[in-house]
């Protein structure tokens, strides 16, 4: 199949899924999070007016297949070194210093790292407390995965009232883990602004 159509018809699935994301309520959505899924980008920039995040725990995976077994654990610790940075200009500077070391020895990587460096510091522009549970989908990923293990043990629910209280009392566990995480006046700094992973589900 050619490319250019392949990814015309994956962004205009993923586009349908988004538009009907926005008809079940989502309301100044500021960052969508996900992987770099073909089409989903520009999906993704047609619905919602957002920054868009490319998930740094996928952003790895991909750039470490850029290099051999002995070489990975060496690339992993020098892209962090730009994640761990706690301005946006400095974590800026230090990835281009590391793209600059890989430049002659692994160039794709080097390359790819040149075209990823807006997408995977995104979060960098949001604020520091917020920024753990932005970088990646991982957060929303796991609590997924609880909810579907405490449903799983349930079985089968009488009604959709008995789903909706389950869920919305892990949901609610859930944010209060994460405003224990973070000072309290940083809580209110992203608004009524909601935040979504390609998953469709908010934050």
Known sequence: MDSTTSAEQQSGISRKGKRDLTRRGPRGVKL???DAHLGLKAAIAKVFTATWQRCRVHFMRNALAFANKGQRQMVLALINTALAQEATAGAHEQWHVVADHFRTKLPK???MLDEAEHDVLAFMDFPRAHRKQIASTNPLERLNAEIKRRTDVVGIFPNDAAIARLVGAL?????DEWQLQRPISCSKDLGS???IRTNGSQL
């Open 193 to 195: 602004s909601a935040t």
């Open 109 to 111: 990587l080097a390359a």
């Open 171 to 175: 949901l609610l566990e859930q944010n």
């Open 32 to 34: 969508v999070i996900s």
